[in-house]
């Protein structure tokens, strides 16, 4: 008889008690071993990874859809790569954030520590699975894990060999588990008593789908629909370069732009060049009156401007001056990624402080929103929300704190009589 999701969630539960004391040394070796581990079965995955594209073929998957979904030798060489990264970064556990004496003898720490158990959804990605899972790991967290259905069977694979190559490496049985059906998530979704976050990734709409169906916290990772504004003034060439590449580099990605602002000062120079190197990329356009005035394109609706396409479409729109453009992405971006290409270094800083969103960039792909890109190894998701954290969610994410108390049998009583006093001095942020 297969286990209830509340005896996987307590498990879990119990596990991430025993995780949280596992040394980095441990753990790093338990991410070596994964990447060792893929390494050396890499045809095994593929394989499995080619039924699943065949399948996903098959039901109609979007082309960008199947790109996200379809492994590669370089992707595995890319997850092995991940892991070795990962390892490679400081410890986030035990980092002393706050260090006071309240009193002789009586020492405070403030103390990154786990969050404890995470349950994250995502998309059919199945590399996502592992930097998930690695990061988890890494922050001492244990983990239930549900992909996409398009992905069940190279998920089940992943999962398979992060649990065995982990656990010859000492890490506690149960820490990390596949869910497998929408009813595991449904039944995840009541687990507050072991589950202590919810991580989904997906749209806007399933985001708040899960913050309405759980008592647990939900942190919610949802779509890219980036932009990227072209001022006046700029570097043509290098809004050129940046536009094309933030939309064309790879469509099937949260942080691929899916609107092009124009400044009307701009674009009468800049949008036929664009348009042309766009679509030489296979890039269909939609512009509003302004944008077809000066190229050819099909009309802009309403709907593009709310759309992430994650597809080989861009929609376009000329505005009459920056706050123009600002208004626009704070109404109908995600809060994801979004780009100003200037020269003028006041209206960078305008952009930077009035966009509301997650990642502001100044004369440079909207690509480089990623957590490996950022320096931290990997990336549960993007977290598109302010609270606790946001942007690349890399294992300081997944970290919390904990206040620790150093004494030697001072008491309240002693306080309240005047034997003892408060001093709340600054101390060395190393713990005893």
């Not at 939900?218 to 629909?225: C, D, K, R, W």
């Not at 602002?261 to 990329?281: I, Q, S, W, Y």
């Not at 890039?283 to 944008?291: C, H, K, P, S």
């Not at 030697?408 to 001093?423: C, H, K, N, P, R």
Request: aromatic share 6%.
């Amino acid at each position: 008889m297969p286990d209830t999701i509340e005896s996987v969630a307590r498990r879990a539960r119990e596990a991430s008690f025993s995780l949280a004391g596992v040394s980095l040394e441990a753990r790093n070796r338990a991410l070596e071993a994964i990447a060792r581990e893929i390494e050396s079965r890499v045809d095994d995955l593929l394989a499995v990874n080619a039924a699943d594209v065949e399948a996903a073929t098959a039901e109609g998957l979007s082309a960008p859809l199947l790109s996200r979904l379809k492994l590669t030798h370089a992707k595995c060489a890319g997850m092995a790569e991940g892991l070795r990264s990962l390892a490679a970064l400081p410890d986030p556990l035990g980092t002393v954030q706050y260090a006071k004496e309240l009193s002789p003898g009586l020492d405070l720490y403030r103390v990154s520590c786990p969050i404890g158990v995470v349950g994250v959804i995502f998309e059919s990605r199945p590399d996502a699975l592992v930097q998930i899972a690695s990061l988890c790991l890494k922050s001492g967290n244990a983990v239930l894990l549900k992909g996409g259905r398009e992905a069940a069977r190279t998920n089940e694979a992943l999962a398979g060999l992060i649990v065995k190559a982990a656990g010859e490496c000492g890490l506690p049985e149960g820490w990390c588990a596949l869910l497998h059906s929408r009813e595991d998530v449904q039944e995840m979704l009541r687990q507050h008593e072991w589950i202590d976050l919810i991580i989904p990734r997906g749209s806007n709409a399933f985001v708040r789908y899960i913050m309405q169906n759980s008592e647990i916290p939900v942190l919610g990772h949802a779509e890219g629909l980036c932009h990227v504004y072209v001022d006046d003034p700029c570097d043509l060439n290098l809004a050129l370069r940046v536009t094309v590449d933030s939309k064309a580099q790879n469509l099937s990605v949260c942080n691929a732009a899916e609107t092009l602002l124009v400044h009307a000062g701009t674009a009468a120079e800049f949008l036929p060049e664009a348009a042309r190197l766009l679509r030489d990329k296979g890039i269909a356009l939609r512009g509003d009156e302004r944008t077809r005035a000066l190229i050819a394109c099909d009309p802009a609706t309403e709907e593009d401007w709310a759309t992430e396409y994650l597809d080989a479409v861009l929609s376009i729109r000329v505005v009459d001056s920056l706050e123009e453009a600002v208004a626009h992405i704070n109404r109908y971006g995600s809060h994801h990624t979004d780009c100003i290409i200037t020269t003028d270094r006041a209206h960078a800083e305008f952009f930077m402080r009035r966009v509301d969103s997650a990642d502001v960039f100044l004369n440079c792909s909207t690509r480089f929103s990623d957590g490996f890109r950022y320096g931290l190894g990997a990336e549960v998701g993007i977290a598109t929300g302010k609270l606790h954290a946001r942007g690349p969610m890399g294992m300081e994410g997944l970290c919390t704190y904990k206040y620790r108390l150093y004494g030697s049998g001072q008491t309240v009583a002693q306080l309240d009589s005047g034997e003892i006093e408060l001093t709340h001095r600054t101390i060395e942020p190393r713990l005893p």
